[in-house]
C-alpha cells in the first residue's frame, strides 16, 4: 500500500518507505522473546527507538526496570543481576555504546553474560551529525572489546537475533550485542 507521498513522488518512496505491518510489531515480538528467554531485570537509557520495549518491561510487575544516567551503569547491573541469579537485558542507543567501552571489560574478563539491544544513530536518514561518529563506529567498537555483534534490518530477522542472542548469552556465557539498524527505526522528526 502506497502513501500519499509515495503517490506523488515514488523517488521519496526510498527515503521515507511505510514499514509492513510485521516491521511494526517486532517490539512486541522482542519483548515477548525476552520474557521467553527469563529477562527479570531491564536497564536504559531513555530512547525513543526503545518506547515500546520500556513501556512494556516498565509495565510488567515481574520485571525491574532502572532507569540509568548513563549507560556504563547497565553493564554494573546486568553484572550484579547475573551474581544474584537473575537475567538482565541493556537497552541503549549507538551513542551511548562510546560510554560503555572500559565497562564492557567487565564481562568479557569476568566471561559473565551479557545481553544488549542498541538502537542505531549516524546512519540511514540521520538528521544530527553529532550522532554519525559512534554510530559509524559501534559495531568495530563492539567487536574489539570481545563482544559478539548481530546486526538486524527487519523486523522478523530483529526477533530472530534477540532469540539467539538470548540463548548464546544465558547458555553459553557469551557477551551479546544486537544492532537494531535506523532504517528499521524509522526517520526521527523534531
Same mark, same amino acid.
Given at each position: ?8 513522488d ?47 518491561f ?18 554494573a ?31 568479557? @574478563? *569476568?566471561?559473565?553474560?551479557? %545481553? ?7 546512519e540511514? +536518514? !540521520?538528521?544530527? #551529525?553529532?550522532? $554519525?561518529?559512534?554510530? @559509524? *563506529?559501534?559495531?568495530?567498537? %563492539? ?8 546486526? +538486524? !534490518?527487519?523486523? #522478523?530477522?530483529? $526477533? ?6 538470548a ?24
Amino acid at each position: 500500500m502506497a502513501t500519499s507521498l509515495q503517490a506523488k513522488d515514488p523517488e521519496a518512496a526510498a527515503f521515507a518507505p511505510t514499514p509492513a505491518a510485521s516491521e511494526r510489531q517486532w517490539p512486541d515480538q522482542v519483548y515477548d522473546v525476552l520474557k521467553a528467554a527469563g529477562i527479570s531485570q531491564m536497564s536504559y537509557v531513555p530512547d525513543a527507538g526503545h518506547t515500546t520495549l520500556i513501556r512494556r518491561f516498565s509495565a510488567d510487575a515481574d520485571v525491574v526496570t532502572t532507569v540509568l544516567t548513563t549507560e556504563e551503569e547497565g553493564i554494573a547491573i546486568a553484572a550484579g543481576a547475573w551474581l544474584g541469579g537473575k537475567r538482565s537485558v541493556v537497552l541503549m542507543q549507538s551513542s551511548g555504546v562510546g560510554n560503555c567501552i572500559n565497562m564492557l571489560s567487565l564481562p568479557v @574478563q *569476568a566471561r559473565f553474560p551479557l %545481553l544488549i539491544l542498541v538502537t542505531m544513530r549516524g546512519e540511514w +536518514a !540521520e538528521f544530527n #551529525p553529532w550522532q $554519525v561518529p559512534m554510530g @559509524q *563506529a559501534t559495531e568495530a567498537s %563492539l567487536r574489539a572489546i570481545g563482544l559478539t555483534v548481530l546486526r +538486524a !534490518e527487519t523486523g #522478523p530477522d530483529l $526477533v530472530a537475533m534477540v532469540a539467539q542472542a538470548a540463548a548464546m548469552a544465558f547458555d553459553a556465557d557469551q557477551q551479546m550485542a544486537v544492532l537494531i539498524g535506523q532504517r528499521l527505526l524509522g526517520k526521527k522528526t523534531w
